[in-house]
């Protein structure tokens, strides 16, 4: 979001948006049955859980004074994202079963991927 830093508010926003894509993505799996629904629930929720848990680690108050402690909380933020992940599909490739891999990926595709374009999108910060 160029010109503009991110705050609180855009995450929140975002948050919003990627819940009613998981939201649709079930939705649409509900068209294919009800194995897709809960692997594209699943999808989704990966996305957004991992989402969720950067923007509180990073979001979390800091003292201004110690800009590194910043840089650091995003580093480590990132890190716990990606372990979040990791450990999600593993535990839903182990335990769920039956599953739908293709609506598990599409959706958490559409919720990581695609929901920061369309906030950016949404936001009218595309034009300027």
Same mark, same amino acid.
């Given at each position: 979001?160029? /010109?503009?830093?991110?705050?609180?508010?855009?995450?929140k926003?975002?948050?919003i948006?990627? =819940? #009613?894509?998981?939201?649709m $993505? $079930?939705?649409a799996?509900?068209? %294919? +049955?009800?194995?897709?629904a809960?692997?594209?629930?699943? #999808?989704g #929720?990966i996305?957004? +859980?991992?989402?969720?848990?950067? $923007?509180?680690?990073?979001?979390?108050p800091?003292?201004?004074q110690?800009?590194? %402690? @910043?840089? *650091?909380?995003f580093?480590?933020?990132? %890190?716990?994202?990606?372990?979040?992940?990791a450990? $999600?599909f593993?535990?839903?490739?182990?335990?769920?079963?039956?599953?739908?891999?293709?609506?598990?990926?599409? =959706?958490?595709?559409?919720?990581?991927v695609?929901?920061? @374009?369309?906030?950016h999108?949404l *936001? /009218?910060?595309?034009?300027?």
């Open positions: 979001m160029k /010109g503009r830093p991110l705050d609180w508010q855009h995450l926003r975002l948050l948006i990627q =819940s #009613g894509l998981v939201f $993505a $079930a939705l799996g509900m068209a %294919v +049955g009800q194995v897709a809960l692997s594209a629930l699943l #999808g #929720g996305a957004l +859980g991992a989402s969720a848990l950067f $923007a509180f680690l990073v979001f979390a800091y003292r201004a110690q800009p590194g %402690v @910043l840089v *650091t909380r580093y480590l933020a990132e %890190v716990g994202k990606l372990l979040l992940v450990c $999600a593993a535990v839903i490739f182990i335990w769920v079963r039956p599953l739908n891999a293709v609506a598990l990926f599409v =959706s958490f595709f559409l919720v990581q695609v929901s920061p @374009l369309l906030a999108w *936001t /009218g910060e595309a034009q300027r």
